[in-house]
């Protein structure tokens, strides 16, 4: 007998149990109101996305090579910090309008090379929780740990910037 495999990870629905009670979603759990969804932790938010990641469109598949070349090693939260200062900038008005053409800008990200984008290992768990953050950032399903940044380095690095700090996470410290 072949035995039934686990039942995907669901999102608890927003709506109330009661229908004379306007429940609230955990505190920083969904940052658009609009989703249908919200989440107890991060993880699991990561883990319900990561479920069946498919293909993915362009700008999906760019923001989360970015999040994995920048941060496969770092916490969820700085993982998707970096996804939405890429974000950020797409929507700045002050880098390329794209997700693709923020991170191929020249001399904006380290992994870049000539313009193009490396090929990354598909198979690796890293891999699926960078489609699953870029997928949460890209719904702004979750709040955003790094408000407003446009910028952000290692911790071992000095740039010496004259931005504001929004937050340090994991490794990497993020401006604004």
């Not at 950032?137 to 931005?163: C, E, G, I, T, Y």
Request: charged share 15%; net charge positive; with cysteine.
């Amino acid at each position: 007998m072949v035995p039934t495999p686990p039942s995907p990870i669901l999102p608890a629905s927003l709506t109330p149990e009661s229908s004379d009670i306007a429940a609230e979603p955990p505190i920083g759990a969904v940052a658009n109101p609009a989703l249908a969804t919200s989440f107890a932790s991060l993880s699991d938010a990561v883990d319900a996305h990561a479920v069946g990641a498919g293909t993915l469109d362009d700008e999906t598949r760019c923001l989360a090579i970015g999040v994995y070349f920048e941060s496969k090693g770092e916490p969820l939260s700085g993982q998707l910090a970096v996804a939405n200062v890429i974000l950020n900038r797409a929507g700045s008005g002050r880098f390329p309008s794209s997700v693709c053409g923020v991170l191929t800008q020249r001399s904006q990200f380290s992994f870049v090379r000539g313009g193009r984008l490396p090929s990354v290992p598909e198979g690796r768990a890293a891999w699926k929780t960078a489609v699953a953050v870029a997928k949460i950032a890209q719904a702004d399903a979750w709040k955003n740990p790094a408000p407003n940044a446009l910028f952000f380095h290692a911790r071992h690095v000095s740039p010496r910037w004259n931005k504001a700090r929004v937050a340090s996470l994991g490794n990497h410290i993020f401006y604004r």
